[in-house]
């Protein structure tokens, strides 16, 4: 049993887990039932929120395909925030095969303004221990097999990305860490973020190249997802858990995905409250990030020049700047 609303490209099923089996209807995206101005995607080790409440599951179609997984939507802190697992509950998705597209549109279309990305990494200094948590402010990225944008197709876009993270969600996270003194927990506060593409692990002479770059840590996840993030308008901050040394470090084991995930499951919990009061603060203090700006002067392309099936398919991020025709 359902009710159908026509609308073109955001349909939205909801699944309420509160009730016996599963009833689905179709509703806009502007429904407050999926309102959701905080979104998190959790990586490796980082499946749920434990801490949610009145949750709902929320399945997505979008333009660009099926994200990695149902959003759990519930509230947090008294606000509606939206829960991606990254790599899908069950860890089935590789890096390379994420859809970030459809994740990011999917985020844009539960009305996300704030994106907070948890990530698995391993730590290319020696004072970014296991455990550590790193809020890089730039990426280096070394990926090479994924679409990295929503334009093309007729519609040329390009958005500043001199300083990938927002500034402001980045402090929300560094003070979140630092107000919860976590025990064997240090806080790094800035740092590069190398995106590399997997699935295998880095050898030990790229390993030693990407610290003479001065990387801070390397992952496989966070590009294209900031970059997408950034196109879409939403702030985003990646809050980087280290689990180990990759394999440059002499006095340490190489990375395996045993230790990875023996950290993460350290980390998890620590995780989890940091994220928790990271809302709190966006809560008590909303903010305007220049991320949600991104697109205002990013379009080189003539509206009337416009294909009008990529416009359809982009008119979720061109909409604001360029109404539809009456």
């Known amino acids: 049993m359902g009710m159908i609303i026509s609308m073109a490209m955001t349909a939205v099923t909801i699944w309420t887990k509160t009730k016996p089996g599963r009833v689905s209807c179709f509703i806009r995206k502007n429904s407050t039932m999926v309102n959701a101005p905080i979104g998190i995607i959790g990586g490796s080790g980082l499946y749920q929120m ?3 409440k009145n949750v709902e599951e929320v399945t997505l179609d979008t333009p660009f395909g099926a994200p990695s997984d149902s959003f759990i939507v519930g ?17 089935h998705l590789l890096p390379s095969e994420i859809p970030f597209r459809a994740n990011i549109h999917g ?12 990530s698995a990494v391993g730590s290319l200094q020696a004072e970014a221990k296991p455990l550590d948590m790193v809020v890089p402010d730039q990426f280096i990225d070394r990926t090479r097999q994924r679409i990295s944008t929503f334009f093309g197709e007729g519609i040329v876009a390009h958005i500043g990305f001199g300083n990938p993270i927002c500034p402001q969600l980045a402090q929300c996270l560094s003070t979140a860490i630092a107000g919860l003194e976590l025990e064997g927990v240090t806080l790094h506060d800035r740092g590069t973020y190398v995106s590399m593409e997997g699935p295998a692990f880095s050898t030990i002479a790229e390993s030693n190249l990407y610290r003479s770059w001065g990387g801070t840590v390397i992952g496989m996840t966070n590009l294209p997802e900031a970059k997408l993030a950034r196109e879409a308008e939403i702030a985003y901050a990646t809050l980087a858990l280290v689990t180990d040394y990759d394999c440059w470090h002499p006095d340490h084991d190489h990375v395996t995905v045993e230790m990875v995930i023996g950290n993460l499951q350290k980390n998890a919990v620590n995780a989890q409250q940091v994220i928790l009061e990271t809302v709190k603060q966006l809560a008590a203090n909303p903010f305007e990030s220049i991320a949600h700006r991104a697109l205002q002067y990013a379009v ?27």
């Open 50 to 52: 434990e801490a949610l």
């Open 75 to 91: 509230e947090l802190a008294g606000v509606r925030v939206a829960f991606l697992a990254r790599h899908g509950r069950g860890h």
């Open 107 to 118: 985020m844009k279309q539960l009305g996300v303004k704030y994106l907070i990305s948890a």
């Open 300 to 326: 080189l392309t003539p509206p009337d020049k416009f294909p009008a099936a990529t416009y359809e398919k982009l008119s979720l991020l061109l909409g604001k700047y360029y109404p539809p025709a009456p």
